[in-house]
């Protein structure tokens, strides 16, 4: 968002300002008020929530001068509040994580921190991005945690919990910020509004809510480039095509259209929308986030595929948003944006021609692949013969990344069937190392969105499938691959085609897309 002036004036300078997070204020506030002071907070939550916000007013409520001890309510008033709002004070430093990733960054930290707090009563270093630190930072900056200076306070902030070691986590403080509720981003631009004497429809200050998704930086900022741009009152008609946004209701039809197959309604869809003035990107994103609540609201409640094709499956929902994700990153790049979106829109228009993944393997089963042998075929050579599907291993002696990969097929399959949405994220994901009872899995950055979810919400899920599999408590990690250089295009297929490669040789994964007269998308 380059509009940043109104979201700086409007920066909470009092605990009670801040909006949507009493949970993180009150208890701050309470720990502030009765002396329980610790030496490292880690919050946690979306952009635009207020971490660094919270962390300042921390900083104020230690330094205000206008007690003589730490304070709830710091004044905003006096030098030193003043100081922090602007970020001029000494004595509180904002640190990057992104760009002092360097361990030299933290040690040339650690040599400052030790002087004394110049004139107020504590020094604090805010860490925002701190999960951009690298490993031998993160190792420089656990020392200094473990035997923290006094009067010194860290507040770590980051947007990705899960990447910050738990080596640090445990260290910490916790505090997790929400996203805010439309409500309550509506209310505090209304007020906002008031206060800036800016004429707006209070339709238009709900699709500015919507459309910041539980960011309030990003909801002011919208309104501060409305107001930039716009003369008179603004409307959310004016809104919508000032932003490029398209109702809600092209992208319903256009879902339609795509799965009844139809390219050429699509194209000519998009093509309105385009000619029209709809900003493409925006175009894409609208398009992304309609077919992602199609498939949340699909899991949530799985009905059988509508007789007319009219709701995609679940698998067809996750490999159009992976095309459309491919496509955001492409297109800033080309220099052809158009011709690149049409023809993602033919290839999601063609989605169901393509092969999904769980009839790959199914029909790898009856090409007679090794590792899932059935009945009527030929017996597999010996040691190479997997245990049924549905039964999981016997305790295994020394469990290792060759074993977990020969099934993972099976791991995916049997967790489809247990828990449909967990298994659909899980097949995005592959295999790739294994130590101490923590099996890595990899994903394609294409499926960032799969990979967050079995990180988190399904996490326990896939734990305990696993851990049920191989008989031994077993945890996950989740990492992202870089797609191969050059072949970026096919990324999703080439990641497909590896893990399906697995423990089998890709001639029968071709021989089974010969076999289907598919492609894999
Ligand atoms: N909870 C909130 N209540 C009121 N205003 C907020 C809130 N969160 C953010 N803002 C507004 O957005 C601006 C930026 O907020 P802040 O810098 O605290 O976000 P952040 O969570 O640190 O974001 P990032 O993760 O991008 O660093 C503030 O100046 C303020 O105007
Ligand atoms: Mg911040
Ligand atoms: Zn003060």
Known sequence: MDYQVLARKYRPQRFQEVVGQPHVTTLLQNAVRSGRITHAYLFSGPRGTGKTTTARLLAMALNCEHSDKPTPDPCGKCSSCKEIANSRSLDVQEIDGASNSKVDDIR??????????????????????????????????????????????????????????????????????????????????????????????PECLSLLAQKADGSMRDAI??????????????????????????????????????????????????AKALDEGADMEEFIAGLTEHLKSLLIAGLEKPTPKAADGASPSPQD???????????????????????????????LARMDDSVSLAQVLDGLRRLGSPSRPRAAEPPPKKGQEAPPISSPSKPLGSLDLAAIETRWGQVVDSLQKEAMAAGSFLASGRPVGYRDGVLQIAFPQTNAFSKEQVESKHRAAVEKTLSHFFNTTLRIGCTLTPNPPGKEKEDPAGDRKAALATGEDSGGVRRVLDAFGGEIV
Not at 154 to 164: C, G, M, N, R, Y
Not at 317 to 329: K, N
Request: glycine letters at 2%; one cysteine or more.
């Open 317 to 347: 929902l996750l490999r159009m948003i992976g095309v459309l994700l491919e496509l955001a990153r492409d297109m800033r790049r080309s220099t052809q944006p158009r011709t690149l979106l049409e023809v993602a829109l033919v290839r």
């Open 108 to 201: 040339e930290l650690r040599g400052t921190i030790n002087y004394v707090a110049s004139r107020d009563r504590w020094k604090v270093y805010i860490i925002d991005e701190v999960h951009m630190l690298s490993n031998s930072a993160f190792n420089a900056l656990l020392k200094t945690l473990e035997e923290p200076p006094k009067q010194v306070v860290f507040v770590f902030a980051t947007t990705e919990l899960h990447k910050v070691p738990a080596t640090i986590l445990s260290r910490c403080q916790r505090y997790d910020f929400r996203r805010i509720a439309p409500r309550e981003t509506v209310a505090r631009l209304v007020q906002l509004a008031k206060d800036e004497r800016i004429d707006v429809d």
């Open 221 to 270: 900022g919208l309104l501060d480039q409305l107001h930039s741009a716009a003369e008179g009152t603004l409307t959310a008609a004016r809104a919508r095509e000032l932003l490029g946004m398209l109702p809600e209701e092209t992208y319903r039809t256009l879902s339609e259209h795509l799965s009844r197959h139809e390219s050429k309604e699509v194209l000519a869809l998009a």
